[in-house]
């Protein structure tokens, strides 16, 4: 069956610091993958998503994430994080028509 | 209004009770989702919905009982819910369910007593 595991359940950082969460995934077929983020009494919303083309996706505030197909993983990165990127972060993966998300990355950015 | 809106926001009901979650989207999308998010749990798929035709639903119990009227609203018929039912349920939509982005709703938080 198709899944997601993100290996963070709760990140706290300081501000400047590096951030890099996980996201690993199992679908032997083509996937779409994607992170989504949900800050603090908002929507979900996407950050990025990655279909086909440069394994390096950007996306909006200084986020990127990169598709390395052998590892199956889709690492969800930022050099610099600062306070406002407190969040929680859910990795997902459509395999064949059906979108699987992870459990969540609770991120906690101390100023 | 734009987006993806979901009424009520709260519900707390007991487990004899028949309420309706109600789902709105005005972004022109074909597609809407039912999830159901709990503490710790990934995010569940419930229910899919394209073109108004349901095209999933993921053995969800029967006392969950979803309607799409029509491409722009989803409810959610809850009836004889169990306390274990409670939790977060989002709705989504999109433009066709072939991975394009999917836009959330805020949620109804939902309490089975």
């Known amino acids: 069956a198709q899944s997601v595991s993100q290996h963070n359940h709760h990140v706290i950082l300081s501000e400047a610091a590096s951030l890099e969460l996980g996201c690993n995934y199992s679908?032997?077929?083509?996937?779409?993958l994607f992170w989504y983020v949900q800050y603090p009494g908002q929507h979900l919303q996407l950050l990025l998503k990655y279909f086909s083309g440069d394994p390096l996706v950007k996306g909006i505030k200084g986020f990127e994430a990169e598709f390395i197909k052998s590892k199956f993983s889709f690492n969800l990165r930022k050099p610099s994080v600062q306070w406002s990127d407190t969040a929680e972060y859910f990795c997902a993966a459509r395999g064949y028509q059906k979108v699987t998300f992870g459990t969540g990355t609770k991120l906690q950015v101390i100023p | 209004e734009t987006g993806v809106t979901q009424t009520p926001r709260h519900l707390v009901m007991g487990m004899t009770n028949k309420k309706s979650l109600k789902c709105e989207q005005h972004l022109g999308h074909n597609a809407m989702y039912w999830y159901k998010q709990s503490a710790k749990k990934p995010l569940e798929l419930m229910f899919v919905?394209?073109?108004?035709?349901?095209?999933e639903n993921n053995s969800v119990p029967s006392r969950f009982s979803p309607e799409c009227p029509n491409s722009s609203h989803l409810f959610l018929h809850l009836h004889t819910l169990q306390p274990e039912d409670s939790a977060l349920y989002l709705c989504a939509s999109s433009m066709g369910t072939s991975g394009n982005e999917q836009f959330f709703g805020p949620g109804t938080r939902l309490t089975v007593l």
């Open positions: 679908y032997g077929g083509t996937v779409n």
């Open positions: 919905y394209n073109f108004k035709e349901q095209t």
